[in-house]
């Protein structure tokens, strides 16, 4: 069974800096992308960004510039490197695997296999 398991969220001040992580366990992790999500209170889940097997990356338009997603095999970590942070990134922050290792961007919420619990991103003064 494939467990993700982020942590890192927190309150932060409007361009402020944070970084999420996340450990998965239960299968290779480095056959898979990897990707990041998000849901604000009253709003869909939403895509963040994604890392491809190789290391490619892919962001919302909303985030990039600001956000950046990386991954350490070795750890079986995938980061979200968040700065000049908005009131509007307030969200839970999920981490996502695909079920296929044929997926090359985890961007779409129908290729996700494995959702992490979440981890509170709060930003405000």
């Known amino acids: 069974q494939v467990q993700l398991v982020e942590s890192g969220g927190q309150l932060a001040q409007p361009g402020g800096s944070l970084r999420l992580s996340c450990v998965g366990s239960?299968?290779?992790?480095?056959?898979?992308?990897m990707g990041w999500f998000r849901q604000a209170p009253g709003k869909d889940r939403e895509f963040v960004a994604t890392?491809?097997?190789?290391?490619?990356?892919y962001y919302a338009n909303s985030v990039k510039g600001r956000f950046t997603i990386s991954r350490d095999n070795a750890k079986n970590t995938v980061y979200l490197q968040m700065t000049s942070l908005k009131s509007e990134d307030t969200a839970v922050y999920y981490c996502?695997?695909?079920?296929?290792?044929?997926?090359?961007?985890?961007?779409?919420?129908?290729?996700?296999?494995?959702w992490g619990q979440g981890t509170q991103v709060t930003v405000s003064s």
């Open positions: 890392i491809s097997r190789s290391g490619s990356t």
């Open positions: 239960g299968r290779t992790f480095s056959s898979y992308s």
């Open positions: 996502a695997a695909p079920q296929s290792p044929l997926t090359f961007y985890t961007s779409r919420a129908t290729d996700v296999g494995f």
